[in-house]
């Protein structure tokens, strides 16, 4: 069974400094991984992916995210936060062998101080 | 050009009303979800189809029926809504077909109010 754990309900940096929302996997076969993105009164739209190619990906917006198989985790980082960036942020886990479900993480909100 | 479109944006009624949510892709995409998303932002699949056939039913009262008419379209019907029904809703789409990333594209949500 799949599952994942965001670290931290909210998180909160000032702008121009590191983001970096935790992300941790439980997977019993090789895992698709997804970070989304949920501006206020939006709906949900995809960061990044990781399927299986390179462990470093690169998203929209600056974003990127490195899966460590040793240690589950699928991080996203930004080296400089943008006060555009507050939003809710959503780790997702899906089995490669079986696209039937998506789950997802519970969020976390991304605040960014002036 | 709108990927994933849903109606109505908004819904206010009032308890025991039935009211039917519609959602629509022009992806070609051959999957479709429904997500019910609580005040806590918490996400939950409710339903899945994959070419007009129901593949995910997670634990929802029978209250709720979708419906695919075809693999663009899959609509939500709800009767006798409560109160604990005030959600926002997402549509979403996919696909399934070997090779596929299987990211899913969202709808910009339908927000339920009972009152």
């Known amino acids: 069974a799949q599952s994942v754990t965001q670290l931290g309900s909210h998180v909160s940096v000032s702008e121009g400094a590191l983001v970096l929302l935790r992300c941790n996997y439980s997977s019993s076969v090789p895992p698709y991984l997804f970070w989304y993105v949920q501006y206020p009164n939006q709906g949900l739209q995809l960061l990044l992916k990781?399927?299986?190619?390179?462990?470093l990906v690169k998203g929209i917006n600056g974003f990127e995210a490195e899966f460590k198989k040793s240690e589950t985790s699928f991080h996203l980082t930004k080296p400089s936060a943008h006060m555009s960036d507050a939003a809710e942020y959503f780790c997702a886990v899906t089995p490669y062998s079986s696209a039937s479900k998506i789950i997802f993480g519970s969020g976390t909100r991304l605040s960014i101080r002036p | 050009d709108t990927a994933v479109s849903q109606t109505p944006k908004y819904l206010v009624t009032q308890m025991g009303n039935d009211k039917s949510i519609k959602c629509e892709q022009n992806l070609g995409h051959d999957t479709m979800y429904w997500y019910k998303q609580d005040s806590k932002k918490f996400l939950k699949i409710m339903f899945s189809y994959n070419n007009k056939e129901l593949i995910i039913n997670e634990t929802v009262p029978n209250r709720f029926s979708p419906k695919s008419p075809d693999k663009a379209h899959l609509n939500l019907h709800i009767n006798s809504l409560e109160l604990g029904d005030s959600a926002v809703y997402f549509c979403?789409?996919?696909?399934?077909?070997?090779?596929?990333?299987?990211?899913?594209?969202f709808g910009p949500g339908t927000r339920l109010t009972v009152t």
């Open positions: 990781y399927t299986s190619a390179a462990t």
């Open positions: 979403a789409s996919s696909q399934k077909a070997s090779g596929s990333s299987y990211e899913q594209y």
